[in-house]
C-alpha cells in the first residue's frame, strides 16, 4: 500500500466508506469471545474498563469509569451482561441495541471504597455471578478476573468462586487492530497534527506551559476528541530529568520544550510526543535532537512481521550510556507501547523486559516509539515520538507532524 493512511472526515455519510460501527463491534467482541474459548475459564469478569468497552461496546465519563463500580460477564456460549453506574444502565437499554436490555443492570459495590464492604453490596453482586454462573452451567469453572479491588476478591473465594487471572487473554486480543481500529487511531493522531501545528504558532516567550495544554485541550474537544487524558509541556531547565507533567512555568527564549498529547477519538487513543526550540536552538540542544531522531528511525527501520520487540530495543542506547544508573531508572525513555483502547497495551518494548521475554512482531499491532536525549548543556534534551502500525510490506507511520529536524518555532 502506498499513499497516506486513511483519516476520513468524522462524520457517517453516503459517499466514503469510512469506519464501520457494527463491523468494529463485532469483531472485538469476537476476539474476546476466542480467547474466553481458547482457555480454561468458564468467564470473564471484567472491571478494567478498557476491556469493558471492548466486550459491550460501551463507555461513561472517565470520573465514573475507574471506580470499580462498572462491570461485565462474559460467559462461554452467553450473553454479555454489563453492570453500570445507575443511569447509564437505562441509557444503554435505549441506546445499545447490540446489548439485551435484559442484560443491561444498574450496579454499585462501592465507589472504590468509598462505600464499606460491610454494606453488602459486594456481597450481593457476588451471589447473583455465582447463580449466573451455575444457571450457565459453568458451576465450578474458574473465574478470569481482569483487575479487581481486594474485598470483592476475598467475597468471591468466600463464595467459593475460583479466581484466575484472564488480563493476559484480554490484552492478547486486543493486540490485533481491526481496520475500522486502524482507522480510528489515524484519525486521532491526525487531530494531534493539527494541534501541534496550533502549538508552534503559540509557542514563543512568555507563555506558560499550562496554556498550552489549554489551547491543546481545546482544539482536541473541538475537533471530537471524547477524551484528553494528559498532556505533558515540558520546557527549559525542567526537560531533564523528564518530569512527565507540566507546569505554569514561563517559556523562555531559547527553550527546548517538549509535549506529548495524550487522547482518545471514539476510544482510541494517542501518545504523541514533538520537541521544539523558542526562538532559536543551541548546538548542544540540536545535537540531542539529531541523536534522539537517529534512534528512533533505527527502532522504525526494524519495525516488520516477524521481528522481535528484542530486536528493536537493542538499536537503542543502554541507560548506562545516556546518564542512568540501570534499565530501571531510564525506564519509559527510550520506550515501545502498543496502543488502542488503552495508552498501554502490548507489545511492551524496553531493554527492561524485552530482553528477557520479547514478543513477536505481527501485522495489526500499533505502538507507539519514544526516544529521549538529554543535551550536553545539562538540562536540556528532545524527546520523539512515533506512532506505527505493522504491516505485511513494513512499518507505516501515522503521526505525521515534522520531527525529523528540530523545528524552531517562531524563530528570531
Same mark, same amino acid.
Given at each position: 500500500m502506498t499513499g497516506p493512511l486513511p483519516a476520513p472526515g468524522h462524520m457517517g455519510v453516503d459517499y466514503e466508506q469510512r469506519v464501520d460501527f457494527p463491523r468494529l463491534r463485532d469483531y472485538r467482541l469476537s476476539r474476546a469471545r476466542a480467547a474466553l474459548e481458547s482457555g480454561e475459564c468458564g468467564a470473564f469478569l471484567l472491571f478494567d474498563f478498557y476491556n469493558i468497552r471492548y466486550v459491550t461496546?460501551?463507555? %461513561?465519563?472517565?470520573?465514573?469509569?475507574d471506580k470499580m463500580t462498572r462491570y461485565a460477564l462474559l460467559t462461554r456460549g452467553g450473553p454479555v451482561r454489563l453492570w453500570d453506574f445507575g443511569s447509564a444502565a437505562r441509557h444503554h437499554r435505549l441506546y445499545s441495541p447490540w446489548l439485551d436490555p435484559a442484560d443491561c443492570h444498574a450496579g454499585m459495590l462501592g465507589l472504590r471504597g468509598a462505600i464499606a464492604p460491610t454494606a453488602g453490596l459486594m456481597t450481593d453482586a457476588v451471589r447473583r455471578l455465582a447463580g449466573l454462573l451455575a444457571d450457565a452451567g459453568l458451576a465450578g469453572e474458574p473465574v478470569g478476573v481482569d483487575i479487581v479491588e481486594p474485598p470483592f476478591l476475598f467475597e468471591m473465594q468466600r463464595q467459593?468462586?475460583?479466581?484466575?487471572?484472564c488480563q493476559q487473554q484480554m490484552l492478547d486480543a486486543r493486540v490485533i487492530k481491526s481496520p475500522d481500529e486502524i482507522m480510528l487511531l489515524t484519525q486521532a493522531a491526525a487531530m494531534v497534527d493539527? @494541534?501541534?501545528?496550533? %502549538?508552534?504558532?503559540?509557542?514563543?516567550?512568555?507563555?506558560?506551559e499550562n496554556e498550552i495544554v489549554a489551547l491543546a485541550s481545546k482544539r482536541l474537544y473541538e475537533m471530537g476528541s471524547d477524551q @484528553?487524558?494528559? %498532556?505533558?509541556? @515540558?520546557?527549559g531547565e525542567r526537560c531533564n530529568p523528564h518530569p512527565h507533567n507540566f507546569s505554569d512555568r514561563l517559556i523562555r527564549p531559547g527553550d527546548q520544550a517538549f509535549f506529548d498529547i495524550i487522547h482518545s477519538f471514539n476510544g482510541y487513543r494517542t501518545c504523541y510526543y514533538r520537541t521544539f526550540g523558542v526562538g532559536s536552538a543551541t548546538a548542544s540542544q540540536r545535537d540531542a535532537y539529531v541523536k534522539a531522531r537517529e534512534w528512533m528511525d533505527a527502532s522504525i527501520?526494524? %519495525?516488520?512481521?516477524? @521481528?522481535?520487540t528484542d530486536q528493536v530495543a537493542a538499536v537503542w542506547p543502554e541507560a548506562t550510556a545516556f546518564g542512568f544508573e540501570d534499565e530501571m531508572a531510564a525506564f519509559g525513555l527510550q520506550f515501545g507501547h502498543g496502543l488502542g483502547l488503552g495508552l498501554h497495551e502490548r507489545p511492551i518494548i524496553s531493554r527492561l523486559n524485552s530482553m528477557r521475554e520479547p514478543v513477536e512482531l505481527k501485522v495489526g499491532m500499533v505502538f507507539a516509539l519514544e526516544t529521549y536525549c538529554p543535551a550536553s548543556d545539562g538540562f536540556s534534551a528532545a524527546r520523539i515520538e512515533e506512532e506505527v502500525v505493522v504491516t505485511g510490506e513494513g512499518c507505516r507511520v501515522l503521526t505525521l507532524f515534522p520531527a525529523q529536524e528540530l523545528v524552531v518555532a517562531n524563530p528570531y
Open positions: 461496546q460501551t463507555w %461513561i465519563g472517565g470520573a465514573l469509569g467459593g468462586l475460583r479466581v484466575v487471572d493539527g @494541534v501541534y501545528q496550533n %502549538i508552534v504558532e503559540a509557542l514563543k516567550p512568555g507563555v506558560r @484528553v487524558e494528559a %498532556i505533558n509541556a @515540558v520546557s527501520a526494524m %519495525i516488520k512481521p516477524g @521481528v522481535g
